[in-house]
């Protein structure tokens, strides 16, 4: 099956906690959308099925009005039913092979990946992409796994070679580190990242859509370097 033609480059997960005072959740998100965000993964821990569900058909309308996927954290159940395009899984949740039975055909899967064998075991699953990280420290979500550090990325993506599997690094990524991540995480193998994602750096800014824009360009210009 083809894999769907997906921009991961500026990814963009959520955390409502994070939104500085007097700034609207789908505000915020429509901003940073419009100032380059590729693609959404709705992640909130601290809110029962119903106002999750709630969330989801709300950033489902944003993201559709303009043209950006929009993954779950966790929740395979809550994609199915708001018709999302994909699921992001931890290595906790439900097992890949059981979240594809549920979800439609085509649908996204993406995997957080923390050491070598989680990416080995990822290409088994044959996900649509991997989530690196934590790149860097972050206050965003507490850390079950050392830090791995730019390059402590390389032999993961290395793991990659040869798979159409995406990577996204994750955790602590800033438009103050941005540069140094994408040219520290690069394998011996030449594989680059796919993407990053970033949670504070966007979500808490008052300015969304600078935030998104300042990450946006740091990417282009890497990406159209000589
Ligand atoms: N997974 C690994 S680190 C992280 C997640 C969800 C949080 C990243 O948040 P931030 O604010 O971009 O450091
Ligand atoms: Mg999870």
Redesign the pocket.
Known sequence: MKRKDIDYSLYL?T?RH?LPPNKAFLESLEEAIVGGVTIVQL?EKDVDSREFLEQAELCKTVCEKHGVSLII?DRVDVAVAIGADGVHL?QTDMKVAQARMMLPEGSIIGV?CNTVEHVRAAVLDDVDYI?I?????????K?TNPVIGVRGVGPMLEALDGTNIKAIA?????STNLLRTLYGAVSATNHKLDGI????????SKEPLNAAKALKTILSGFQSRG
Do not use: F, P
């Not at 994602?197 to 808490?204: C, M």
């Open positions: 997960v955390a994070l992640r954290n931890g957080s989530g990280g934590s790149i860097w420290g972050t206050q965003t979500k850390l994750i955790g602590g990524v800033k994602a970033v949670v504070s750096d966007i979500i808490a």
